[in-house]
């Protein structure tokens, strides 16, 4: 163990003693549980999301979307549409909302990962999603001392999703920092990450080489906040099946909806299977708490998901060339002029009999274009 690293155990060791925090005890006692229960660690792959640093005096990087996409382009698409926003609702002057404007029409055509727009910073950065498992049982479920929300209803509920506390999370690694104190356990996790790289046959040389070079480049760690997850299990293997969810329950009511009437709508089942799918539902909603459920053979489990975010001395890491893309920028929101007028979506050119003629040299038997 390094000077540094003791250094810093030692302080969270001390700030933990010094908040005396009965709530905070709980949970250090279920992270060192948990640490013996599921050792290993189950990458799930990289997430994106968009920070920010502003032009105040002292400002510091902060999430302003989610940091949970699956590509770079679709955290750019998140930064477009929050500079439209920014330019519909917030801009001040003519002038303010052209800048906003102008950054919008850049990222619907560029895939650019780094802009400043009035005085701020924005960039599209990267994280790493993950979870703990043991070899026995699979991928960690929810820790007791994981919050649960006040309301513990059951079935769809528009708008009323909760997100993810991303928003505001500072993303440096001030140690001494009263808004982000690190329990020992949450701090020695941290450390122990910080040399984490992909590894194995199955990824690919690029993969790999950018990310033993990541852990030169941007040295620290951030851990953003916890999140849960549902993953499913039809054979051998565990896949995710949903987005994160904030809580255990807001988790635990995606399965619910799925079972209950979701998945007989997307896929046509037939009624014994609805059944099945309904029995499985109300024996969900019968049980507080359940963090499983195993329908036709098939197993659903809530799964706490962990995400880490490196920095380095310019910030928060951006995408790599390696990770994955698959689509284009394009337009997010409808055009507005610089007086914030929304302007109506221009109607496509009529095809003539020549263009709809050569429009099919090339389709594939399906219909759609040969690749």
């Not at 440096?172 to 009263?178: C, K, N, V």
Request: glycine share 8%.
């Amino acid at each position: 163990m390094s000077d540094d690293w003791k250094r810093r155990m030692e302080r969270a060791a001390a700030e933990l003693l010094r908040q005396d925090d009965p709530v905070a005890l709980v949970r250090e006692a279920d992270a060192l549980d948990a640490s013996t229960r599921c050792p290993y660690v189950w990458p799930r792959g990289p997430v994106f999301g968009v920070a920010a640093l502003g032009p105040e005096p002292g400002a510091r990087w902060r999430l302003v979307s989610e940091a949970t996409d699956g590509t770079p382009q679709e955290a750019r698409d998140a930064l477009n549409s929050l500079l439209w926003l920014r330019a519909k609702d917030e801009a001040e002057t003519v002038a303010e909302r052209r800048e906003l404007l102008a950054a919008v029409r850049r990222l619907e055509c560029e895939r650019i990962d780094e802009l400043t727009v009035l005085g701020s910073r924005y960039r599209v950065v990267r994280g790493d999603e993950y979870a703990r498992c043991s070899l026995t049982d699979g991928p960690e479920p929810p820790r007791p001392s994981d919050p649960e929300p006040a309301d513990l209803s059951w079935g769809h509920q528009p708008g009323r999703d909760r997100d993810l506390p991303d928003i505001g999370h500072l993303l440096d690694t001030r140690p001494d920092d009263p808004a982000a104190p690190f329990g020992v356990m949450a701090e020695g996790n941290r450390q122990a990450l910080r040399e984490f790289t992909y590894e194995g046959e199955h990824v690919p040389p690029a993969m790999r080489a950018e990310s033993q070079q990541a852990v030169h480049r941007y040295p620290e760690l951030i851990l953003l906040p916890v999140g849960f997850g549902v993953i499913k299990r039809a054979g051998a293997g565990w896949t995710p099946a949903s987005r994160l969810q904030p809580t255990p329950h807001d988790a635990r009511r995606v399965v619910h909806n799925g079972l209950s009437w979701l998945w007989a709508e997307m896929y046509e089942l037939d009624t014994a299977t609805r059944e099945a799918y309904t029995r499985a539902a109300e024996d969900l909603e019968a049980t507080p708490h359940a963090n499983e459920v195993t329908v036709l053979g098939d197993t659903y489990r809530i799964c706490r998901v962990e995400r880490m975010l490196r920095t380095g001395p310019d910030g928060p890491e951006p995408p790599r060339s390696s990770d994955p893309e698959n689509t284009e920028p394009m337009r997010i929101r409808p055009p507005m002029d610089e007086h914030g007028n929304i302007q109506p979506e221009s109607e496509p050119e009529p095809e003539s009999e020549s263009d709809s003629m050569s429009a099919g040299v090339g389709d594939g038997p399906d219909g759609g274009r040969s690749h």
